[in-house]
């Protein structure tokens, strides 16, 4: 997700909640925990874990780094984090 929110397409779809309605509508359709949706459609969107959930995530892309798994010049962990933690505020600020 975070290389996605960094190109311009994903800026785009970022901004223009109406250009990319899809998200919103196409998962009501099989989502069984609506109040998750619900959720983030609220200002309550959580992107970035905390506590042994984010220790184990960051566990587990260590280990995808250093298995070399991962092409390019891979983003340290926290900067994904920090990638995630910015969408999560921009999209909590929205008035949706």
Do not use: S
């Amino acid at each position: 997700m975070a290389p996605v929110v960094t190109l311009e397409f994903g800026a785009r779809a970022d901004d223009d909640i109406e250009w990319n309605p899809g998200p919103r509508t196409h998962e009501d359709g099989f989502i069984e925990n609506r109040r998750t949706h619900a959720n983030a459609a609220q200002g309550q969107l959580r992107l970035v874990p905390e506590g042994d959930a984010r220790k184990a995530l960051a566990d587990d892309y260590g280990a995808m780094l250093d298995d070399a798994i991962l092409l390019g010049d891979p983003a340290t962990f926290d900067q994904l984090m920090q990638v995630c933690a910015d969408l999560e505020g921009k999209v909590n600020r929205r008035d949706v």
